[in-house]
């Protein structure tokens, strides 16, 4: 009887978990992945369809392609050396906040990633890298 009572309640917690913030985890994570790897391909997935984008004082809004490009640019001129995560700001379930420190043989760049869940959809709606 207690056999069956634990699978029971192991079924009821796997069939209720939040679908929506394993989803979230996971996106962060592959942005993470693409940023330590310098992929703006990869990265550009997750923008919006337009980004406020800020690549060392070189700011505005851009189209997801766009973005994409000046991104590459960024990639090809300082290529990643490493990418952490240093603070995440998940409080509010339809906005979150990271922070980040992107290391070239150029320098260390602090990284501000702002994105939107809406629905399943997980958007980057800002991203900031700047010399630091």
């Known amino acids: 009887m207690t056999s069956v009572l634990s699978l029971i309640v ?3 917690i796997v069939v209720q978990s939040p679908k929506a913030e394993i989803r979230s985890l996971n996106s962060i994570e ?13 990265l550009a997935n997750y923008f919006d369809s337009s980004i406020s984008l800020n690549i060392n004082g070189l700011q505005g809004d ?14 090809r001129k300082n290529p ?8 995440r700001s998940e409080n509010n379930p339809s906005l979150s906040s990271y922070i980040g420190d992107y ?3 150029q ?24 010399k630091g």
């Open 80 to 87: 990643p050396m490493g990418f952490s995560l240093v603070f």
């Open 62 to 75: 851009y189209s997801k392609n766009q973005a994409e490009l000046v991104l590459k640019d960024f990639f």
């Open 103 to 105: 290391q070239s043989a």
């Open 30 to 42: 592959t942005v993470i992945s693409a940023i330590d790897n310098g992929s703006s391909s990869e």
């Open 107 to 130: 320098g260390l760049f602090k990284v501000f990633i702002k994105v939107s869940q809406q629905a399943a959809d997980f958007k980057i709606y800002s991203l900031e890298f700047v």
């Open 10 to 12: 192991s079924i009821f």
